[in-house]
């Protein structure tokens, strides 16, 4: 998912790390540091449209570099959080760093997860703007629910119940989504599909062009 500007900056003393509060934490995640990017798939690529698999392998030195390379790969597009089949991988699993409506910034993975809305009599939907990084230069509104858990593992398989309101529900509702071979395209009418598209296909070279200028001032 892309990051918004107009979101509420991270604030280093208000961090939680894998669901858990941290005194602070660095801006670029150790992950990142550790990490190689990778080429971001785009909408219409088939591994973005099927259900990814069940990772059943845990505290493998694979699942750790593709975590690491993800977190790279999601800094340099400045997103808020990256699913593995876009990256090109067909695992059940995504990194996020994003801010929650209150300044605070969520980080970490999620592996097999399994996401739980409130009951509809208590669900409160919320039209807000959403983006893609594989839609890249598209913003549309979509309709999420205000609050969101997502039960899973982290990578060494151990179990996670990640709580989030307002952008970080949001974020792990989209995130959730594409394991299951769904961009936010699919939640649009007809018209707000090809208008988004029509955006991609003005603002993706300059889109690419600012990641390539990222990852180079990274790597100098």
Not at 55 to 62: I, K, N, Q, S
């Amino acid at each position: 998912m892309s990051r918004h500007t107009d979101r509420p900056g991270p604030d280093d003393r208000r961090v939680r790390v894998q669901g858990e509060p941290v005194d602070s934490h660095p801006a670029l995640p150790p992950e990142a540091e550790r990490g190689s990017e990778r080429r971001i798939t785009v909408v219409g690529e088939e591994v973005l449209g099927r259900p990814c698999r069940e990772v059943t392998e845990f505290g493998t030195p694979e699942l750790s570099a593709l975590i690491d390379d993800m977190f790279l790969t999601m800094h340099i597009a400045d997103g808020a959080g990256l699913a593995a089949n876009q990256v090109g991988v067909d695992l059940r699993l995504f990194v996020y760093d994003c801010p929650d409506d209150h300044g605070i910034r969520h980080v970490g993975h999620l592996v097999n997860p399994v996401l739980e809305l409130p009951d509809p009599g208590h669900r409160r939907l919320i039209d807000d703007a959403e983006g893609c990084l594989s839609v890249p230069g598209a913003t549309m509104a979509v309709p999420r629910t205000d609050r969101a858990v997502a039960r899973g593992f982290d990578k060494d398989g151990r179990p996670l119940v990640i709580e989030g309101t307002g952008y970080f529900a949001r974020c792990l509702q989209h995130e959730t989504d594409h394991l299951f071979g769904h961009t936010y395209l699919d939640r649009l009418a007809k018209r707000d599909r090809k208008d988004a598209l029509r955006q991609m296909d003005g603002r993706r070279e300059a889109v690419l062009a600012q990641r390539a200028r990222k990852a180079a001032l990274l790597s100098g």
